[in-house]
């Protein structure tokens, strides 16, 4: 007997977008290489249809209810064009779109219990602010499905606390790749690194508070921040106001052993996506203490 063919439903893929387009494509490959045919629709410029590569894009507009139900009719429009046999749809969170239907929700977090506690500014924080009922009764809705996924056990307990969620909750964990992020040389100082997009909501300042309070127990400690983002200025004012500057990242053979590592990671980016135009890497420094390396977010 066939096995039914996956559909993944995502908001981001390779090459754009982060963890969640990662996190899919890694499970994707991974049942492709137990037999499972995968495809994925993602949020695209304009409705397309790769059969060579599985992939799916439709036009997304970030406005619930609205925006879900014209990307599902956008969907179905193309599945008709270019059917699947009878597909497993599965749909990714952090943005939850039931309007599509499916069989397996996968949460990779829980909008309802990380927006409220966020910090955001600007056009995002209105934008939070009055979408999140609606992509709470998203939320809800999908856990309607007839299986529930999350990437870590944290996410499903945040699930049956905001949610009062009583069924199974099958965690399919969130891990790296281990053909990439191999153990190195070791660092001969307690050596601490941020990696990741610098946002409010990602916790680079408390990245920041938490070297202080390390620092006072172990004052040999090295961090670095490794990343771009809206609060790269943030990051620096709170190492100013802290008074880390002179205290951090003083080591420039520590900086050069950083780099070596970032350098890889470019490479290997680079190789998966030959497309993507970057600037290069630059190392920074943050009131010449905790060092920060530059990387250029694709457009």
Request: aromatic letters at 6%.
């Amino acid at each position: 007997m066939t096995s039914r063919p996956v559909l993944f439903i995502t908001s981001e893929f390779p090459p754009v977008g982060g963890g969640i387009g990662v996190f899919v494509s890694n499970l994707a490959r991974v049942l492709a290489n137990h037999g499972r045919e995968c495809w994925i629709a993602t949020w695209g410029r304009a409705s397309a249809f790769d059969a060579e590569k599985r992939l799916i894009q439709i036009p997304f507009i970030p406005l619930p209810p609205l925006g879900d139900q014209l990307f599902a009719i956008g969907l179905r429009r193309l599945l008709k064009k270019h059917p699947l046999n009878n597909p497993i749809v599965s749909v990714q969170t952090p943005y939850p779109q039931p309007a599509v239907g499916c069989e397996v929700a996968m949460f990779h977090i829980v909008v309802r219990h990380v927006i409220p506690r966020g910090e955001y500014r600007g056009v995002k924080r209105l934008q939070y602010r009055v979408g999140l009922p609606a992509l709470c009764r998203n939320e809800r809705k999908l856990l309607e499905s007839p299986t529930i996924c999350s990437v870590s056990n944290s996410t499903a307990t945040d699930l049956r606390e905001e949610y009062e969620f009583k069924r199974d909750i099958v965690v399919v964990g969130n891990g790296v790749d281990p053909a990439l992020f191999r153990p190195g040389e070791k660092s001969e100082q307690p050596l601490v690194l941020y990696t990741g997009r610098l946002d409010l909501n990602k916790g680079v300042i408390d990245f920041v508070r938490m070297a202080r309070v390390v620092l006072r127990r172990h004052p040999s400690a090295v961090f670095h921040i490794v990343g771009r983002g809206p609060a790269m200025n943030a990051t620096r004012e709170e190492i100013r106001r802290l008074g880390l500057g002179g205290r951090l990242g003083n080591d420039s053979s520590r900086g050069h052993v950083l780099r070596n590592a970032v350098r890889h990671l470019q490479h290997s980016e680079q190789q998966r996506n030959a497309q993507r135009k970057r600037r290069p890497f630059r190392s920074r420094s943050c009131a010449a203490g905790i060092r920060t390396i530059g990387v250029q977010p694709p457009r």
